[in-house]
């Protein structure tokens, strides 16, 4: 009995990576594709296409797609300042007022 659940464990292990694969290779994800990849409930991800803050399709008004790319952007899009890239800016900055 221990034995068939660390198969069924190992099985479903395998089974997400190769739905992870196959959402790495496609362009256009569907809702659940995409709360997959951000990592982010389907409540939220609802929120963030209702107001707009986040690229989307919504193709004949009901089912929502992505782009993966535009994913991807939208994910970098406000990256934080490391204390050394403050500390550059501001070295720069010094010198240049001199």
């Not at 395998?14 to 569907?30: A, C, M, P, Y």
């Not at 193709?59 to 550059?88: A, M, N, S």
Request: glycine share 2%; with cysteine.
């Amino acid at each position: 009995m221990e034995n068939e659940q660390l198969i069924l464990s190992k099985l479903n292990e395998i089974s997400e990576k190769l739905d992870e694969q196959n959402r790495l290779q496609k362009t256009v994800l569907n809702f659940n594709e995409a709360c997959k990849y951000l990592d982010v409930s389907p409540s939220h991800l609802y929120k963030l296409t209702s107001a707009k803050q986040i690229p989307h399709f919504c193709p004949q008004g009901k089912k929502l797609y992505f782009k993966r790319q535009e994913l991807d952007d939208w994910l970098q899009r406000h990256r934080q300042v490391t204390t050394q890239e403050i500390q550059k800016q501001a070295i720069h900055y010094l010198n240049k007022k001199s």
